[in-house]
C-alpha cells in the first residue's frame, strides 16, 4: 500500500509485503524484543517528518531522532538493498528518560 503512495519512485518495503491491514504501534511495544525491518516509509505528522518501520506484522512508529538514519539508508541504494533483503533488525530496545520526558532507545544492526 505505501509503495503505491511513494512518489520518490524508490521502493522502501520488501517486496510482497502487504502493509494494508497492519497496525501501527509505538516502538516502546517493543522494548526487550527485536525487530526483523521488512521496510520502512515517511509520514509527515504534527511534529514534522517521521519515519515508520514496517517489521514484526506491524507499521512501528520510530522517535524523531530516527529520521536521520532512515533517510541515510534511503540515499544508499546499497544500505536500502539491504533491507529490502532482510538484513536489517533494531535490537536493544528499552525505555529512556530524557530532560523532556520519556522516549525508547533503540540501536540498528546488520545480520
Known amino acids: 500500500m505505501f509503495n503505491e503512495l511513494n512518489t520518490s519512485g524508490k521502493n522502501t518495503v520488501k517486496a510482497g509485503i502487504d502493509t494494508?491491514?497492519?497496525?501501527f504501534r509505538p516502538l516502546k511495544d517493543f522494548i526487550g524484543k527485536r525487530i526483523k525491518v521488512d521496510g520502512f516509509f515517511f509520514t509527515n505528522g504534527?511534529?514534522?517528518?517521521?519515519?515508520v518501520v514496517v517489521g514484526n506484522g506491524y507499521l512501528i512508529n520510530m522517535p524523531a531522532r530516527a529520521v536521520e538514519q532512515f533517510e541515510?539508508?534511503?540515499d544508499n541504494e546499497e544500505m536500502l538493498e539491504a533491507v529490502l533483503d532482510g538484513k536489517l533488525v533494531i535490537v536493544d530496545i528499552e525505555p529512556?528518560?530524557?530532560r523532556n520526558g520519556s522516549t525508547t532507545a533503540?540501536?540498528?544492526e546488520d545480520r
Not at 504534527?46 to 519515519?51: A, E, L, R
Request: no cysteine.
Open 20 to 23: 494494508s491491514d497492519m497496525d
Open 46 to 51: 504534527n511534529y514534522g517528518k517521521q519515519v
Open 72 to 74: 541515510k539508508i534511503y
Open 96 to 98: 529512556l528518560e530524557t
Open 106 to 108: 533503540y540501536t540498528l
